[in-house]
């Protein structure tokens, strides 16, 4: 072997290496975001338990306000978080495993690296997943806050302060609603009406 064919060894060597490290990296911080992003619908479900419980007992239909800034906050970071898992795992499958790929010298071969950073998005079942996903996002973070608004003007007889402020957290939680529905990645039709 001469030495510009082992320079070369090296060099694909040490580019593997680093490959797999920044792998490791990846899956290490899309695992913490999972962790997160789940527990962002644990704090939902708790804030709505602890709003609705301070509201009974002080008895203040107002109180009840806190809901969308609650929804908002936590669901627009359980967004964040859940399109930066997106975003690694598209990453490591278009951009990671091509450079690791070439540097492994493979030439294209299909060689199932990270196989199931592949796999799991043919699942046949990912539409229905996507669309129930959505659906339980939108019943943790956005229904709540929608229910607290309508309680609040039909039985809280609100001032026109409350429902100023009413009005500005409903547009702010429909936009929440139309960003959840956007960053979903649900198939959209193509033109002739035929499903993405």
């Not at 939902?44 to 906050?73: E, F, H, K, M, W």
């Not at 898992?85 to 990453?91: K, L």
């Not at 278009?94 to 199932?112: F, I, N, W």
């Not at 699942?123 to 607290?148: E, M």
Request: positive net charge.
């Amino acid at each position: 072997m001469s030495d510009t064919d082992t320079a070369a060894t090296t060099r694909a060597g040490h580019a593997i290496t680093l490959h797999a490290a920044e792998y490791d990296r990846l899956k290490a911080e899309q695992i913490s975001r999972i962790g997160f992003r789940d527990n962002l619908l644990y704090a939902q479900l708790t804030s709505i338990a602890a709003v609705a419980a301070v509201t009974a007992s002080a008895g203040r239909l107002y109180l009840l306000l806190v809901l969308p800034i609650t929804g908002v906050v936590l669901g627009w970071t359980h967004l964040c978080a859940d399109h930066m898992v997106t975003m690694i795992g598209r990453y490591i499958r278009e951009d990671l495993t091509p450079r690791l790929t070439a540097a492994a010298d493979l030439d294209g071969a299909d060689t199932g690296l990270f196989g199931w950073e592949h796999d799991h998005s043919r699942d046949t079942r990912r539409r229905s997943r996507k669309w129930f996903q959505l659906a339980v996002n939108l019943l943790a973070f956005y229904l709540p806050s929608l229910t607290g608004l309508i309680v609040v003007w039909i039985a809280g007889q609100p001032s026109p302060l409350v429902i100023v402020a009413s009005l500005a957290e409903l547009v702010i939680i429909t936009v929440l609603a139309v960003q959840m529905c956007v960053y979903a990645g649900l198939p959209r039709l193509r033109k002739g009406g035929t499903r993405a």
